[in-house]
């Protein structure tokens, strides 16, 4: 399947998680500071993210209308709008994204470059089903985007870090069984042989075990080994120490590996 495919369905899968959520409220009005800032979320990956992606697939014109209907949900985080409004758009996004899988399967097909789509966020439904959590674990691989984009190195690496620890945690939060987790030879035991709990495994023992279970492949367990050494570095002492300074080069592969080991970890 093509980067523009995913993220089609990843924008339906959105869509489909925010009617849910909207569907749910007791109010006649979407009014909440929570439920407004989740809305305002699902809006902006469209913009910031899926809609680039598809834009160097189908063109300006294919997107038109669902750009309108992006703005107008927008435009109504900013008033008291009802929910059977919000509702209404949703269905019409539900409508126009299947109408363009079925009329625009060819160039959905056609490859594209990869420069243009590898830091598109995926979609995190499979280990999150809390919208506002999903809203958080966007907005941090973005965070990892603009930092590696800036030039931030330190920044770039200690947010890559957290985002994949936090992804690792939320597959196995999301397992009906973790007994497979704890009964891995790599998961971490104190000095009497009973398994730490999860708040104290590091990024290691879950990278560790996470390649145990056939999460993360070979190759990227032993460069995710890198990742942990280098996110040590947000400790200025750990640098002065080891006589090394992360470089902006160092952060891209850094996030090049990250990235790629996140989409193995959200694989079913």
């Known amino acids: 399947m093509t980067d523009s495919h995913e993220t089609l369905e990843a924008a339906l899968g959105e869509i489909g998680r925010l009617q849910k959520l909207v569907s749910k409220g007791r109010s006649r009005q979407v009014s909440s500071a929570g439920e407004i800032d989740v809305v305002k979320a699902h809006a902006q990956t469209w913009f910031r993210t899926r809609r680039p992606i598809l834009v160097a697939s189908l063109g300006e014109p294919s997107l038109q209308e669902v750009d309108e209907a ?124 009973t398994v730490l709990k999860l708040r104290e495994w590091t990024l290691n023992h879950y990278i560790d075990v996470a390649n145990e279970v056939g999460w993360i492949s070979d190759t990227y367990k032993d460069v995710g080994a890198v990742l942990r050494d280098y996110r040590n570095y947000i400790h200025p002492y750990k640098e002065y120490q080891h006589k090394k300074t992360l470089t902006p080069d160092d952060a891209k592969v850094l996030w090049e590996i990250g990235k790629t080991m996140m989409r193995q970890v959200l694989k079913p």
């Open 70 to 193: 992006f703005r107008e949900i927008l435009s109504a985080t900013h008033r008291a709008t009802s929910r059977t409004r919000y509702i209404a758009l949703l269905k019409l996004l539900r409508r126009l994204f299947s109408a363009l899988q079925a009329d625009k399967a060819i160039e959905l097909s056609s490859p594209i470059e990869p420069s243009n789509t590898s830091d598109a966020p995926p979609s995190f439904g499979a280990i999150a089903a809390d919208a506002e959590m999903q809203r958080i674990l966007i907005s941090r691989w973005e965070e990892c985007v603009a930092s590696v984009g800036y030039g931030l190195p330190i920044a770039a690496t200690v947010m890559l870090g957290g985002l994949l620890e936090a992804v690792l945690i939320a597959r196995i939060n999301k397992l009906p069984d973790q007994s497979t987790i704890f009964k891995a030879k790599a998961a971490p035991k104190d000095k009497a042989g």
